[in-house]
Protein backbone atom coordinates (compact mmCIF):
# COMPACT_ATOMS: atom_id res chain seq x y z
CA UNK A 1 0.00 0.00 0.00
CA UNK A 2 1.43 3.36 -1.05
CA UNK A 3 2.02 5.95 2.13
CA UNK A 4 -0.44 8.26 2.77
CA UNK A 5 -0.61 12.09 1.58
CA UNK A 6 -1.36 14.65 3.96
CA UNK A 7 -4.38 17.20 2.48
CA UNK A 8 -4.83 20.31 3.85
CA UNK A 9 -7.95 22.11 3.28
CA UNK A 10 -8.90 25.27 4.56
CA UNK A 11 -12.26 27.27 5.12
CA UNK A 12 -12.88 23.10 5.96
CA UNK A 13 -16.09 24.05 7.88
CA UNK A 14 -17.35 26.07 4.97
CA UNK A 15 -19.84 25.19 1.84
CA UNK A 16 -17.16 23.53 -0.67
CA UNK A 17 -15.36 21.99 2.19
CA UNK A 18 -18.55 19.68 3.22
CA UNK A 19 -18.59 18.69 -0.21
CA UNK A 20 -14.62 18.36 -1.06
CA UNK A 21 -13.69 16.13 2.13
CA UNK A 22 -15.66 13.11 1.15
CA UNK A 23 -14.69 13.00 -2.25
CA UNK A 24 -11.06 13.32 -1.73
CA UNK A 25 -11.02 10.90 1.36
CA UNK A 26 -13.24 8.56 -1.53
CA UNK A 27 -10.20 9.23 -4.15
CA UNK A 28 -11.88 11.30 -6.48
CA UNK A 29 -8.68 13.85 -6.01
CA UNK A 30 -5.42 11.87 -5.39
CA UNK A 31 -6.73 7.80 -6.91
CA UNK A 32 -8.72 5.38 -5.90
CA UNK A 33 -5.34 3.51 -4.52
CA UNK A 34 -4.27 6.50 -2.77
CA UNK A 35 -4.85 6.55 1.61
CA UNK A 36 -5.16 10.66 2.69
CA UNK A 37 -4.33 11.98 6.01
CA UNK A 38 -6.93 15.26 6.10
CA UNK A 39 -5.91 18.92 7.76
CA UNK A 40 -8.82 20.54 8.72
CA UNK A 41 -8.27 24.28 8.85
CA UNK A 42 -10.76 27.26 9.77
CA UNK A 43 -11.09 29.66 11.86
CA UNK A 44 -12.06 29.77 15.47
CA UNK A 45 -15.79 30.84 15.32
CA UNK A 46 -16.22 27.30 13.54
CA UNK A 47 -13.98 25.24 15.72
CA UNK A 48 -17.31 23.06 16.61
CA UNK A 49 -18.13 23.05 12.69
CA UNK A 50 -14.98 21.09 12.09
CA UNK A 51 -15.39 18.78 14.93
CA UNK A 52 -18.83 17.74 13.32
CA UNK A 53 -17.54 17.49 10.22
CA UNK A 54 -14.54 15.07 11.65
CA UNK A 55 -17.19 12.74 13.40
CA UNK A 56 -18.99 12.22 10.26
CA UNK A 57 -15.93 11.27 8.30
CA UNK A 58 -14.80 9.04 10.62
CA UNK A 59 -18.52 7.79 10.41
CA UNK A 60 -18.09 7.52 6.51
CA UNK A 61 -15.86 4.79 7.29
CA UNK A 62 -13.93 5.22 4.05
CA UNK A 63 -10.77 2.76 3.76
CA UNK A 64 -8.62 5.51 2.29
CA UNK A 65 -8.86 7.50 5.26
CA UNK A 66 -6.17 7.24 7.27
CA UNK A 67 -6.47 10.22 9.55
CA UNK A 68 -8.09 13.80 10.35
CA UNK A 69 -6.57 16.59 12.39
CA UNK A 70 -9.09 19.50 12.54
CA UNK A 71 -7.19 22.70 13.88
CA UNK A 72 -7.80 26.04 13.94
CA UNK A 73 -3.54 26.86 14.02
CA UNK A 74 -2.72 27.66 10.75
CA UNK A 75 1.35 25.83 12.00
CA UNK A 76 -0.48 22.58 13.14
CA UNK A 77 -2.79 22.42 10.03
CA UNK A 78 0.46 22.92 7.49
CA UNK A 79 2.86 20.13 9.06
CA UNK A 80 3.98 17.76 6.77
CA UNK A 81 1.44 19.18 4.21
CA UNK A 82 1.78 17.44 0.52
CA UNK A 83 -1.42 18.63 -1.25
CA UNK A 84 -2.83 22.08 -0.63
CA UNK A 85 -6.24 22.95 -1.00
CA UNK A 86 -7.23 27.01 -0.32
CA UNK A 87 -11.36 27.59 0.25
CA UNK A 88 -10.98 29.53 3.12
CA UNK A 89 -10.81 33.31 3.45
CA UNK A 90 -13.47 36.09 3.64
CA UNK A 91 -16.40 35.07 1.93
CA UNK A 92 -17.66 37.45 -0.44
CA UNK A 93 -20.82 39.66 0.55
CA UNK A 94 -23.25 41.03 -1.80
CA UNK A 95 -22.11 43.85 -3.92
CA UNK A 96 -18.56 43.67 -3.27
CA UNK A 97 -15.96 43.37 -5.97
CA UNK A 98 -12.61 41.79 -6.20
CA UNK A 99 -10.92 45.15 -5.28
CA UNK A 100 -12.95 45.15 -1.55
CA UNK A 101 -12.46 40.88 -1.68
CA UNK A 102 -8.70 41.74 -1.91
CA UNK A 103 -8.20 43.85 0.98
CA UNK A 104 -9.47 41.38 3.04
CA UNK A 105 -8.13 38.12 2.16
CA UNK A 106 -4.43 39.48 1.35
CA UNK A 107 -3.49 39.41 4.96
CA UNK A 108 -4.62 36.18 5.31
CA UNK A 109 -3.02 34.30 2.14
CA UNK A 110 0.27 36.22 3.08
CA UNK A 111 0.24 34.19 6.69
CA UNK A 112 -0.64 31.42 5.18
CA UNK A 113 2.02 31.12 2.71
CA UNK A 114 4.38 31.73 5.49
CA UNK A 115 2.88 28.87 7.57
CA UNK A 116 3.02 26.61 4.75
CA UNK A 117 6.84 27.53 3.55
CA UNK A 118 7.58 26.91 6.95
CA UNK A 119 6.01 23.63 7.05
CA UNK A 120 4.57 21.82 4.28
CA UNK A 121 6.54 19.35 2.14
CA UNK A 122 8.71 21.61 0.01
CA UNK A 123 7.27 19.64 -2.95
CA UNK A 124 3.47 20.67 -1.55
CA UNK A 125 1.32 21.22 -4.53
CA UNK A 126 -0.88 24.29 -4.11
CA UNK A 127 -4.53 24.97 -5.15
CA UNK A 128 -6.06 28.47 -4.58
CA UNK A 129 -10.07 28.33 -5.06
CA UNK A 130 -10.64 31.26 -2.36
CA UNK A 131 -11.72 34.44 -4.57
CA UNK A 132 -10.47 36.07 -5.39
CA UNK A 133 -8.48 32.94 -6.37
CA UNK A 134 -5.51 34.36 -8.94
CA UNK A 135 -4.29 37.33 -7.16
CA UNK A 136 -4.43 35.34 -3.87
CA UNK A 137 -2.46 32.47 -5.21
CA UNK A 138 -0.01 35.32 -6.35
CA UNK A 139 0.23 36.68 -2.96
CA UNK A 140 0.93 33.28 -1.76
CA UNK A 141 3.75 32.61 -4.49
CA UNK A 142 5.40 35.88 -3.22
CA UNK A 143 5.57 35.43 0.18
CA UNK A 144 6.60 31.76 0.04
CA UNK A 145 9.21 31.66 -2.11
CA UNK A 146 10.72 28.91 -1.37
CA UNK A 147 8.07 26.55 -2.50
CA UNK A 148 8.52 26.24 -6.57
CA UNK A 149 5.87 28.99 -8.41
CA UNK A 150 5.19 25.98 -10.92
CA UNK A 151 3.20 24.41 -7.38
CA UNK A 152 1.12 27.23 -7.31
CA UNK A 153 -1.80 27.24 -8.96
CA UNK A 154 -5.55 28.86 -8.72
CA UNK A 155 -8.73 26.83 -9.94
CA UNK A 156 -10.44 28.05 -13.29
CA UNK A 157 -11.78 24.30 -13.80
CA UNK A 158 -15.27 24.96 -12.68
CA UNK A 159 -15.84 28.11 -15.26
CA UNK A 160 -13.80 25.42 -17.73
CA UNK A 161 -16.55 22.95 -16.78
CA UNK A 162 -19.21 25.17 -16.62
CA UNK A 163 -18.29 25.81 -20.78
CA UNK A 164 -17.95 22.19 -21.61
CA UNK A 165 -21.50 21.53 -20.26
CA UNK A 166 -22.75 25.16 -21.95
CA UNK A 167 -21.48 23.81 -25.25
CA UNK A 168 -22.44 19.60 -24.81
CA UNK A 169 -26.08 21.51 -23.87
CA UNK A 170 -25.84 23.07 -27.37
CA UNK A 171 -25.10 20.71 -29.70
CA UNK A 172 -27.26 18.10 -27.76
CA UNK A 173 -24.28 15.74 -26.88
CA UNK A 174 -22.60 14.00 -23.42
CA UNK A 175 -20.58 16.88 -22.21
CA UNK A 176 -17.91 13.52 -21.61
CA UNK A 177 -17.60 13.62 -26.23
CA UNK A 178 -16.24 18.04 -25.85
CA UNK A 179 -13.20 18.55 -24.66
CA UNK A 180 -10.21 21.56 -25.40
CA UNK A 181 -12.61 24.79 -24.21
CA UNK A 182 -10.10 27.28 -22.69
CA UNK A 183 -10.70 29.69 -20.04
CA UNK A 184 -8.11 31.94 -20.06
CA UNK A 185 -7.26 34.54 -17.41
CA UNK A 186 -9.34 35.60 -14.37
CA UNK A 187 -11.51 33.65 -12.73
CA UNK A 188 -13.84 36.62 -12.56
CA UNK A 189 -16.90 38.44 -14.08
CA UNK A 190 -15.40 39.52 -16.94
CA UNK A 191 -14.40 35.61 -17.56
CA UNK A 192 -13.56 34.71 -20.92
CA UNK A 193 -14.58 31.15 -22.46
CA UNK A 194 -12.51 29.99 -25.55
CA UNK A 195 -14.53 27.52 -27.53
CA UNK A 196 -12.46 28.11 -30.83
CA UNK A 197 -10.38 24.94 -30.31
CA UNK A 198 -12.83 23.17 -28.87
CA UNK A 199 -13.42 19.87 -30.31
CA UNK A 200 -16.38 17.32 -29.89
CA UNK A 201 -15.93 13.21 -30.11
CA UNK A 202 -18.03 12.40 -33.40
CA UNK A 203 -17.20 8.67 -33.05
CA UNK A 204 -14.63 8.55 -36.14
CA UNK A 205 -12.58 10.97 -34.55
CA UNK A 206 -13.29 14.97 -34.00
CA UNK A 207 -14.92 17.74 -35.34
CA UNK A 208 -14.38 22.04 -34.12
CA UNK A 209 -17.49 23.08 -31.97
CA UNK A 210 -17.73 25.81 -34.11
CA UNK A 211 -18.51 23.63 -37.05
CA UNK A 212 -21.29 21.98 -35.35
CA UNK A 213 -23.03 24.61 -33.99
CA UNK A 214 -26.09 26.42 -35.33
CA UNK A 215 -24.72 29.84 -35.13
CA UNK A 216 -21.15 30.46 -34.39
CA UNK A 217 -21.82 34.09 -33.36
CA UNK A 218 -22.98 32.24 -30.13
CA UNK A 219 -20.01 31.08 -29.12
CA UNK A 220 -18.83 35.18 -28.61
CA UNK A 221 -21.92 36.20 -27.07
CA UNK A 222 -24.58 34.05 -25.28
CA UNK A 223 -22.29 30.78 -24.97
CA UNK A 224 -20.27 33.51 -22.84
CA UNK A 225 -22.45 34.92 -21.01
CA UNK A 226 -24.10 31.72 -20.04
CA UNK A 227 -20.90 30.83 -18.45
CA UNK A 228 -20.31 34.15 -16.58
CA UNK A 229 -23.50 34.00 -15.49
CA UNK A 230 -23.85 30.24 -13.93
CA UNK A 231 -22.48 31.38 -10.80
CA UNK A 232 -25.41 33.42 -10.08
CA UNK A 233 -28.13 31.31 -12.09
CA UNK A 234 -27.20 28.58 -8.87
CA UNK A 235 -27.40 30.80 -6.24
CA UNK A 236 -30.55 32.38 -7.47
CA UNK A 237 -31.74 28.60 -7.50
CA UNK A 238 -30.60 27.02 -4.53
CA UNK A 239 -30.08 30.62 -2.61
CA UNK A 240 -26.17 29.09 -1.80
CA UNK A 241 -23.67 29.15 -3.63
CA UNK A 242 -22.08 26.44 -6.19
CA UNK A 243 -20.53 24.11 -3.91
CA UNK A 244 -20.67 20.53 -5.48
CA UNK A 245 -19.53 21.88 -8.55
CA UNK A 246 -16.68 23.67 -7.49
CA UNK A 247 -15.60 20.61 -4.97
CA UNK A 248 -16.20 18.80 -7.94
CA UNK A 249 -13.85 21.06 -10.19
CA UNK A 250 -11.12 20.65 -7.43
CA UNK A 251 -10.92 17.49 -7.18
CA UNK A 252 -10.79 17.38 -11.28
CA UNK A 253 -7.78 20.29 -11.21
CA UNK A 254 -6.10 18.13 -8.75
CA UNK A 255 -6.15 15.09 -10.17
CA UNK A 256 -5.40 15.90 -13.89
CA UNK A 257 -2.07 17.34 -12.51
CA UNK A 258 -1.13 14.58 -9.89
CA UNK A 259 -1.91 11.52 -12.18
CA UNK A 260 -1.71 13.47 -16.03
CA UNK A 261 -4.62 14.65 -18.71
CA UNK A 262 -5.81 12.24 -20.90
CA UNK A 263 -3.67 11.97 -24.09
CA UNK A 264 -5.41 14.92 -26.37
CA UNK A 265 -6.95 16.84 -24.19
CA UNK A 266 -6.09 19.84 -22.17
CA UNK A 267 -7.77 21.43 -19.36
CA UNK A 268 -7.81 25.02 -17.73
CA UNK A 269 -5.39 25.97 -14.72
CA UNK A 270 -4.61 29.33 -13.43
CA UNK A 271 -0.42 28.64 -13.18
CA UNK A 272 2.14 31.61 -12.99
CA UNK A 273 2.62 33.03 -16.59
CA UNK A 274 5.98 32.14 -18.59
CA UNK A 275 5.69 34.72 -21.16
CA UNK A 276 3.31 32.37 -23.29
CA UNK A 277 0.51 33.86 -25.61
CA UNK A 278 2.46 37.45 -24.82
CA UNK A 279 1.33 37.28 -20.94
CA UNK A 280 3.01 39.51 -18.25
CA UNK A 281 5.27 36.82 -16.85
CA UNK A 282 4.48 36.29 -12.98
CA UNK A 283 0.96 36.88 -12.81
CA UNK A 284 -0.98 33.82 -11.92
CA UNK A 285 -3.13 33.73 -15.48
CA UNK A 286 -5.35 30.93 -16.76
CA UNK A 287 -3.83 29.02 -19.41
CA UNK A 288 -4.77 25.53 -21.23
CA UNK A 289 -2.89 23.27 -19.61
CA UNK A 290 -1.63 19.50 -20.47
CA UNK A 291 -0.23 17.35 -17.45
CA UNK A 292 2.52 14.53 -16.95
CA UNK A 293 3.94 13.34 -14.05
CA UNK A 294 3.54 15.93 -11.53
CA UNK A 295 3.70 18.91 -14.01
CA UNK A 296 2.03 21.05 -16.37
CA UNK A 297 2.85 22.77 -19.08
CA UNK A 298 1.18 25.27 -21.01
CA UNK A 299 -0.34 23.84 -24.66
CA UNK A 300 1.58 26.41 -26.79
CA UNK A 301 0.87 27.31 -30.52
CA UNK A 302 -2.73 28.13 -30.68
CA UNK A 303 -4.02 30.73 -33.26
CA UNK A 304 -5.36 33.44 -31.35
CA UNK A 305 -8.25 35.30 -33.41
CA UNK A 306 -8.63 39.08 -32.58
CA UNK A 307 -11.49 38.77 -30.41
CA UNK A 308 -9.72 36.34 -28.52
CA UNK A 309 -6.83 38.21 -28.42
CA UNK A 310 -9.10 41.40 -27.03
CA UNK A 311 -10.08 39.09 -24.55
CA UNK A 312 -7.39 38.03 -22.88
CA UNK A 313 -5.31 41.08 -23.06
CA UNK A 314 -8.46 42.49 -20.73
CA UNK A 315 -8.40 39.91 -18.06
CA UNK A 316 -4.16 40.22 -18.62
CA UNK A 317 -4.84 44.17 -17.48
CA UNK A 318 -7.46 42.88 -14.83
CA UNK A 319 -5.12 41.25 -13.13
CA UNK A 320 -2.20 43.30 -13.31
CA UNK A 321 -4.74 46.07 -11.36
CA UNK A 322 -5.26 43.49 -8.92
CA UNK A 323 -1.83 42.88 -8.10
CA UNK A 324 -0.92 46.40 -8.07
CA UNK A 325 -4.03 47.15 -5.73
CA UNK A 326 -2.60 44.03 -3.65
CA UNK A 327 0.41 45.35 -3.32
CA UNK A 328 -0.88 49.03 -2.29
CA UNK A 329 -2.59 47.19 0.23
CA UNK A 330 0.42 45.56 1.76
CA UNK A 331 3.11 48.53 1.94
P1 LIG B 1 -17.85 29.54 2.85
O1 LIG B 1 -17.99 30.95 3.33
O2 LIG B 1 -18.96 28.57 3.05
O3 LIG B 1 -16.54 28.91 3.51
C1 LIG B 1 -15.37 29.61 3.71
C2 LIG B 1 -14.75 29.12 5.01
O4 LIG B 1 -13.49 29.78 5.18
C3 LIG B 1 -15.59 29.44 6.24
O5 LIG B 1 -15.80 28.24 7.00
C4 LIG B 1 -14.73 30.43 7.00
O6 LIG B 1 -14.88 30.33 8.41
C5 LIG B 1 -13.34 30.01 6.55
N1 LIG B 1 -12.30 31.00 6.78
C6 LIG B 1 -12.41 32.36 6.80
N2 LIG B 1 -11.23 32.91 7.09
C7 LIG B 1 -10.34 31.89 7.25
C8 LIG B 1 -8.98 31.83 7.57
N3 LIG B 1 -8.28 32.94 7.80
N4 LIG B 1 -8.39 30.63 7.66
C9 LIG B 1 -9.10 29.51 7.45
N5 LIG B 1 -10.40 29.50 7.14
C10 LIG B 1 -11.02 30.67 7.06
O7 LIG B 1 -17.47 29.64 1.32
P2 LIG B 1 -17.51 28.50 0.19
O8 LIG B 1 -18.81 28.57 -0.51
O9 LIG B 1 -17.07 27.22 0.77
O10 LIG B 1 -16.42 29.06 -0.80
C11 LIG B 1 -15.05 29.08 -0.44
C12 LIG B 1 -14.30 30.06 -1.33
O11 LIG B 1 -14.23 29.57 -2.66
C13 LIG B 1 -14.93 31.44 -1.42
O12 LIG B 1 -13.88 32.40 -1.39
C14 LIG B 1 -15.57 31.44 -2.80
O13 LIG B 1 -15.66 32.74 -3.33
C15 LIG B 1 -14.58 30.61 -3.57
N6 LIG B 1 -15.07 30.00 -4.80
C16 LIG B 1 -14.22 29.96 -5.87
C17 LIG B 1 -14.56 29.35 -7.03
C18 LIG B 1 -13.61 29.32 -8.18
O14 LIG B 1 -14.03 28.88 -9.24
N7 LIG B 1 -12.36 29.74 -8.05
C19 LIG B 1 -15.88 28.70 -7.17
C20 LIG B 1 -16.69 28.76 -5.99
C21 LIG B 1 -16.29 29.39 -4.86
Given at each position: EKDPLVVLVTGAAGQIGYALVPMIA??????????????????????????????EL????????????TTTDVVEACKGVDIAI???????????????????????????????EQHADTNCKVL??????????????????????????????????????????????????????????????????????????????????KELVADDHWLNTGFITNVQQRGEAIIKARRLSSALSAASATCDHMRDWVLGTPKGTWVSMGVYSDGSYGIQPGLIYSFPVTCEKGEWSIVQGL??????????????????????????CLH
Open positions: RGAMLGPDQPVILHLLDIEPAADILKGVKMMDGAFPLLKGVVMLGGFPRRKGMNNKDLISKNIGIYKAQASALVVANPANTNALILKEYAPSIPEENITSLTRLDHNRALCQLSDNLNVHVGDVKNVIMWGNHSSNQYPDANHAIVNIGVGHKLVKIDEFAREKMDALEKELIEEKNFAYS
